[in-house]
């Protein structure tokens, strides 16, 4: 009697394990049971986009390829023409592989900007993805640390406005990389049609 007088926190029934209470109470089992299958979601999500982003990155350095490939090759069967045929009827025809090279010029430069709208799009789409991971992963493992404890209206409701409240605090840009590879393309197509002008008059 005097043991158990002198240590009455032998007799004292420990706390339950937080994970303990949480299976035994419907409300917060329910909630966690959503809340990892909405962790799954999320990854399966985020691992779509990075792949649908890297496709598009290899779409864009083939048209990078494509783009030195046909204007390489245009001058190079311009230059064997012209060496064929009388300067001025080459110079006077000199328009249609300009009008052609400027007009294939344009479809590649749209197709640059597009796909690069494309990729930026997906990106920002990846980071919102990923936020989301991780405000879920925190209420998750708070859940899981306070067990019964936790507070569903507040932690939840406190998910749902970061949710919705978050703000994107990036600087403004005037130039964009997007911006400045359009320029270059826009220049070596200028450079192109100065080229054609000069093989086929000279």
């Known amino acids: 009697m005097a043991d158990q007088s002198t240590n009455p926190s032998i007799m004292d029934p420990k706390a339950p394990h937080p994970l303990h209470q949480i299976a035994e109470t419907p409300t917060h089992k329910l909630l966690l049971k ?20 890297d496709s598009i990155r290899k779409e864009i350095t083939n048209l990078h390829i494509f783009f030195f490939l046909f204007h390489s090759l245009s001058l190079l069967l311009l230059f064997n023409s012209s060496s064929k045929n009388p300067p001025s009827l080459a110079c006077k025809r000199s328009w249609l592989p300009s009008l052609s090279s400027l007009l294939c010029s344009l479809g590649f430069i749209w197709a640059f900007r597009y796909k690069s709208d494309v990729e930026s799009h997906l990106e920002k789409l990846l980071e919102r993805e990923k936020e989301d991971g991780k405000l879920l992963s925190k209420c998750v493992e708070e859940l899981k640390k ?38 270059f393309f826009f220049s070596v197509s200028c450079l192109v049609l100065g080229l054609t002008r000069i093989i086929l008059c000279n």
């Open 34 to 53: 959503q809340w990892l299958k909405e962790e799954e979601l999320i990854l399966n999500r985020i691992s779509f986009k990075e792949t649908q982003i």
């Open 146 to 183: 306070k067990g019964v404890e936790f507070d569903l209206l507040k932690e939840v409701d406190a998910l749902r406005r970061a949710k919705s409240l978050r703000v994107e605090a990036k600087e403004v840009k005037k130039w964009s990389t997007r911006d400045l590879v359009t320029f």
